[in-house]
T-cell receptor, first 111, second 114 residues
C-alpha cells in the first residue's frame, strides 16, 4: 500500500524565516505526491503536486516542494514565512483511485 | 466555478436521530469522495464513487452509515441511528478522471451528536 509520513506534529517558525514541513513516502512505482493546507474551520485546499519532471515544484501562496527520490521525501518549503501561513498541512500520495493522506503537521508562524 | 458544495455546514442532533449530509461535486468531476476528520483519527476515507457507482466502501465504519449518489450532481451520506462517537467534520471531495488525481474539497459539515 502507498503511504506518507509526516514526522512532525507541529512546526514553529518565526515570521520572515524560511519554513520546511517534512514528508516522506513509501510507494510501489512512480509516486504522485501532493500537498494540501487546511485553515481553521475550512476544507482542505490543494497547494501543489509532483507527477514527473523538475524536482522543485511551485504552488500556491509562494509555497514550493522538493521531490527527492533517493531520500523518498517531498518536503514543503517557503523562503519567508507569514503569520497567515499558520495552518494544518497535509502531504498525500496517489493510491489507486484516490489519495492517502498523512496525519498532518500544524505550522505555527510566530510574529 | 462554485467549487464543492456541502450542506448543512453545521448539524447538531440527539443520539438516535437520523442525519443526512449532502454534497454537490464540481461540475464535470466524475469521482466523489466522502471523508471524516476527527482529532483522534485524523482524516479517514469513508467511501468513494466513480460515475455515480460506489467503488470502495471499506472505510464506512458500520451499517449505520450509508451513502448514495443518485446522479452526477448530488450525493448523500446518511447516519441512522446517530451516536455521540459519530461527532466529527465530514468532508466531500471530487476530482476529474482526466486530471492528475488532485481532489477538491468542500467546506465540510460539522456534526455534533449529543
Amino acid at each position: 500500500a502507498q503511504s506518507v509520513a509526516q514526522p512532525e506534529d507541529q512546526v514553529n517558525v518565526a515570521e520572515g524565516n524560511p519554513l520546511t514541513v517534512k514528508c516522506t513516502y513509501s510507494v510501489s512505482g512512480n509516486p504522485y505526491l501532493f500537498w494540501y493546507v487546511q485553515y481553521p474551520n475550512r476544507g482542505l485546499q490543494f497547494l501543489l503536486k509532483y507527477i514527473t519532471g523538475d524536482n522543485l515544484v511551485k504552488g500556491s501562496y509562494g509555497f514550493e516542494a522538493e521531490f527527492n527520490k533517493s531520500q523518498t521525501s517531498f518536503h514543503l518549503k517557503k523562503p519567508s514565512a507569514l503569520v497567515s501561513d499558520s495552518a494544518l498541512y497535509f502531504c498525500a500520495v496517489r493510491d489507486t483511485d484516490g489519495l492517502t493522506f498523512g496525519k498532518g503537521t500544524h505550522l505555527i508562524i510566530q510574529p | 466555478d462554485a467549487g464543492v458544495i456541502q450542506s448543512p455546514r453545521h448539524e447538531v442532533t440527539e443520539m438516535g436521530q437520523e442525519v443526512t449530509l449532502r454534497c454537490k461535486p464540481i461540475s464535470g468531476h466524475d469521482y466523489l469522495f466522502w471523508y471524516r476528520q476527527t482529532m483522534m483519527r485524523g482524516l479517514e476515507l469513508l467511501i468513494y464513487f466513480n460515475n455515480n457507482v460506489p467503488i470502495d466502501d471499506s472505510g464506512m465504519p458500520e451499517d449505520r452509515f450509508s451513502a448514495k449518489m443518485p446522479n452526477a450532481s448530488f450525493s448523500t451520506l446518511k447516519i441512522q441511528p446517530s451516536e455521540p462517537r459519530d461527532s466529527a467534520v465530514y468532508f466531500c471531495a471530487s476530482r476529474h478522471s482526466g486530471g492528475y488525481y488532485e481532489q477538491y474539497f468542500g467546506p465540510g459539515t460539522r456534526l455534533t451528536v449529543t
